[in-house]
């Protein structure tokens, strides 16, 4: 199984895999399944016209091309309570017809307009000033592509999720030293607490936000791994008491049906990309300048698998 295909059953399609294995395994854990998935449904308020409102909510129930940002939540992580800010941001593009599924990451220092606030900021500074809800119509205008759904996992989730499956391995290629864990050279064995520490470190990467970045990817890898496995099928409660807490979606139970029994072929490809940026400093303050050229490069890559022509 490829990267790409893992960070996607691991963010979004992880729980469309256990829509699956609940309807195989018995109507008990699909009646779980499904009160747990009612527990993380959070509706958002859109800044959308009516249009684009009906369009919005017919896209998974037609089988169009649908996206879903995908956002990582400082909340939780190391006693913090606040809002939160989306320390990881990717978005999710899925096209069934042309079974592919196009993934691109967004760093979170980039400058940008930040919809429904009047100001330029960084785009995971969205999140804290207006929920999911700033964050997707901030997504949308910058990408210039739709924002149909989002999935938020707390970075509290994440460590929950990883001792919910039993632990996980992840393989390393910085050596390093973070929050009283040492992290060497090749696989690493990583519980709750030593994944948290594991995603967390930024300021000895010398690929600094891109590399944590890569490091939180690897975390869900692993946890999506774990979950694909008999273990892991086999500690579903846990998963799912997880689940509940940490992760937020406006994808209803009935999107995630529709999601696990029409949209499997769109996992088929998966192509993997990281948006890239260059550092500067404004008034102290460290962002993230994405050129024309690469915003370009990737507002066409979203748009041809979303089969968006404008």
Not at 47 to 71: C, Y
Not at 171 to 179: C, I, Q, R, V
Not at 213 to 226: H, P, S, Y
């Amino acid at each position: 199984m490829s990267r790409g295909k893992k960070i996607v059953l691991g963010i979004v399609g992880f729980i469309a895999v256990l829509t699956i294995a609940a309807v195989g395994i018995g109507a008990k854990v699909y009646l779980d399944l499904s009160g747990s998935v009612q527990k993380t449904y959070e509706s958002v308020e859109r800044q959308l016209d009516t249009k684009r409102k009906e369009e919005q909510g017919k896209v998974i129930a037609e089988k169009k091309p649908f996206s879903v940002l995908l956002l990582g939540i400082d909340t939780g992580d190391l006693g913090r309570t606040e809002v939160g800010r989306s320390d990881t941001m990717m978005v999710g593009a899925v096209n069934a017809s042309a079974k592919k599924t196009t993934i691109v990451s967004i760093p979170r220092d980039t400058y940008v307009d930040i919809v429904g606030k009047g100001t330029k900021d960084k785009i995971n500074h969205a999140y804290a000033f207006g929920g999911a809800g700033m964050s997707m119509d901030t997504v949308e205008k910058y990408l210039d592509i739709p924002i149909d759904h989002y999935v938020a996992i707390n970075m509290k989730g994440l460590k929950e999720l990883v001792d919910a499956v039993g632990g996980i391995t992840v393989t390393n290629d910085l050596k390093f030293e973070n929050m009283g864990y040492t992290f060497t050279y090749g696989k690493n064995e990583l519980n709750g607490d030593k994944a948290l520490a594991f995603s967390r470190m930024r300021y000895d990467d010398p690929r600094g936000d891109y590399g944590r970045q890569e490091r939180q990817r690897k975390i869900v890898e692993g946890v999506a791994k774990k979950i694909l496995t008999f273990d892991g099928a086999t500690r579903y409660k846990e998963l799912l008491d997880a689940m509940e807490g940490n992760i937020k979606t406006d994808l209803s139970f009935d999107d995630m049906k529709k999601i696990a029994a029409d949209y499997r072929g769109a996992f088929t490809t998966i192509q993997q990309d990281q948006m890239q940026g260059e550092g500067f400093m404004q008034d102290g303050i460290s962002y993230q300048r994405v050129s024309e050229t690469e915003l370009n490069r990737v507002q066409t890559e979203l748009k041809k698998t979303l089969d968006v022509n404008n």
